[in-house]
């Protein structure tokens, strides 16, 4: 299957950093990245998705000034948390697609996820 | 919002026993996903089964689609204790490709 991998496997920050997280897709074009996050004990929750080249699409309750998502080429997309607070404590997965084709599944690929922890 | 809900959310079993757990879910789908989650790490995907499929296998893997109850149960036989982990079943929405995730199921396999 299709390999996605994620920068760094882990992260511990400071309050009030930004944090870089990158996702990246090794051998496919991936037209669509998709940014989850996950809490403890608790299952993944959309973010957003992200389309190459075109802003991200944010879920209702994510703010888009504080999850900066670029997708500038096919094979990478960014998630960067902004100012970063405890709260924002969590592993953050990524998963990509690639061109769909009508009439058929268009599958995700997920990558290893993130574990952020601010302190 | 989560469409889908998981029960049980936790389960523990004896290593050579099934494990079943069940996924419900609310709007009309395309697909139905199951997908494993070691503890810190990222998914599995185990199987697929389509709106207009009823029961599918793979492996160890039995799962069964309802969608007149919108429901969806997997079914692990002779588990093994490296099938612990979490379950999570997604559901495609009919109108794109987004995935919406079940609240998951803990299972424990003890040896």
């Known amino acids: 299957g299709a390999v996605v991998s994620q920068h760094p496997s882990w992260v511990i920050c400071k309050s009030g950093t930004s944090v870089k997280i990158e996702c990246r897709s090794l051998d496919f074009q991936a037209t669509t990245m998709f940014w989850y996050r996950q809490f403890p004990k608790q299952s993944l929750m959309l973010m957003a998705t992200?389309?190459?080249?075109?802003?991200?699409?944010?879920e209702q309750g994510v703010e888009k000034d504080k999850f900066l998502i670029n997708h500038a080429s096919l094979t990478l997309s960014t998630l960067t948390v902004t100012s970063a607070h405890p709260e924002d404590s969590s592993f953050y997965i990524c998963?990509?697609?690639?061109?769909?084709?009508?009439?058929?599944?268009?599958?995700?690929?997920f990558g290893p996820g993130t574990r952020l922890t601010v302190l | 919002s989560q469409q889908g809900e998981e029960d049980p959310q936790a389960l523990s079993i004896q290593e050579g026993e099934n494990a079943t757990m069940n996924c419900s879910y609310k709007t009309s789908i395309n697909n139905l996903q199951w997908y494993r989650q070691n503890s810190g790490r990222g998914l599995v995907h185990l199987i697929l089964?389509?709106?207009?499929?009823r029961e599918k296998h793979s492996g160890r893997l039995r799962v069964t689609l309802d969608t007149s109850k919108k429901s969806s149960s997997l079914l692990i036989t002779a588990s093994r204790a490296a099938d612990t982990a979490s379950y999570f079943c997604a559901t495609d929405r009919a109108a794109g490709n987004k995935l919406t995730f079940g609240g998951g199921t803990r299972v424990l396999v003890k040896p």
């Open positions: 089964i389509r709106s207009n499929e």
């Open positions: 992200s389309n190459e080249g075109s802003k991200a699409t944010y």
């Open positions: 998963s990509a697609s690639g061109q769909a084709v009508a009439g058929s599944y268009n599958e995700q690929f």
